[in-house]
Structure formats: C-alpha cells, structure tokens
C-alpha cells in the first residue's frame, strides 16, 4: 500500500492495463478514466484535469490533486472499461506531518505528554517536570566549566543547583550540575565536562 499525503497533488504510477479478452496483452494506447473513493465515501470521478499518459507494459501515470487527496484514510483509485480487465488501486492518505515523519523523514511525529502519560497524577507529574526544564545554547567562547548562554534570566544564582544536559556538539549527552549563575552576562558555571563545547551548542537546565 502506498502513502498519499493530505492535500498534496501526486503522479502514480497505475496499472498493468491489459486486454480483456486475453488479460494479458498489455493496453498502451488508451485513455483511461479513473474515479475515486476517499475515506470510505462514494465513487466519483477524479479531479485533476490532465490526462494519463502511459509509460510501459500497460501501466500509466496519473495524476492526482489537491482535491483528489483532501480526506485522510483510504483512498481507491479504479478504473473499469470494456477493453481491459478492471484496476484497482488502494492508498493511504496521511496527514501532513505524519508523511513527512514516516515516508518524507523531512519532520517528526509529534507526541505530548497526556498521549505518553494519560490525564491521572502521571501525566501531572511528567507535564511538570518538563515544564521546569530551560533550553538554551552556549554563547561566546566556552570553556569546560563556564559559559556565557543565551538564557535571558537576569537573577544572580537563579539556576544554581540545577543540573545541565548538554544537547549537541562534542559534550552531547554529558551532564553537569550547575554551581554558580551570574545574571548581568548570563554565564553559567558548572562542572567540569569532558571536552569544550562550542558556541551554538544546546543544552537544557532541569
């Protein structure tokens, strides 16, 4: 089965087409018309307007547009006709974001707390730990123990005590507790890490 994003004009590759009478002569030179059923709903004819154009052995390209893959779910692509054997296609349609995670790999799936957690004392005790994280970036020239950051914070001390995971760069997954914050040049001091982050690194503070 094929993956068909929403509201997103597509070109299939559809077929084979053969002859009907011995099914399997394949038919290059026609002119198929195809209708369409979205998410369960009645056949109807497809919307885009170009006409399919065959490529090989009895399969064509046709297109489909933005009509054509509005409705998420299943998605039947048919056509039927005296001079060949009926074809019949079947498809998904996925939202957006969802192809661009799993077929495109150009995004990610998005998960939130009360789908992982549930609505009960978990997910109010998960929600409010990540509620107390702070992302931020290294600024300046870091060093393995201290830093200027992005943080806007201006309170002396404000994160002292709190513990830095570092996200990117060559201290990712390196952890260190914070011991000292300075609010008028955002530094932050910590233990010492493995190795220099560099400016533009991301960390979070929980």
Not at 94 to 111: E, N, S, W
Not at 173 to 198: C, F, M, N, R
């Amino acid at each position: 089965m094929r993956y068909l994003k929403q509201s997103t004009a597509a070109t299939l590759q559809v077929g084979p087409f053969v002859d009907a009478a011995d099914g399997v002569t394949p038919e290059e030179a026609l002119t198929p018309a195809f209708d369409l059923a979205k998410g369960g709903g009645s056949f109807a004819a497809r919307s885009a307007s170009a006409s399919p154009e065959h490529d090989e052995d009895g399969w064509y390209q046709v297109e489909l547009d933005e009509t054509d893959t509005s409705t998420l779910g299943e998605l039947i692509l048919k056509s039927q006709h005296e001079d060949h054997l009926p074809v019949v296609h079947h498809y998904t349609v996925l939202a957006a974001q969802v192809y661009d995670a799993l077929v495109a790999g150009t995004d990610l799936l998005q998960i939130d707390v009360a789908e992982l957690y549930g609505s009960g004392p978990s997910a109010e005790k998960a929600m409010a730990f990540f509620r107390g994280m702070t992302l931020g970036t290294f600024e300046g020239s870091p060093g393995t123990t201290q830093s200027e950051t992005s943080l806007s914070e201006p309170t002396d001390d404000h994160y002292n005590g709190k513990y830095l995971y570092v996200l990117d760069g060559v201290c990712a997954g390196q952890l260190s507790q914070v011991s000292d914050y300075i609010g008028a040049s955002k530094e932050l001091v910590y233990a010492e890490l493995t190795d220099t982050p560099q400016a533009g690194d991301g960390f979070v503070l929980f």
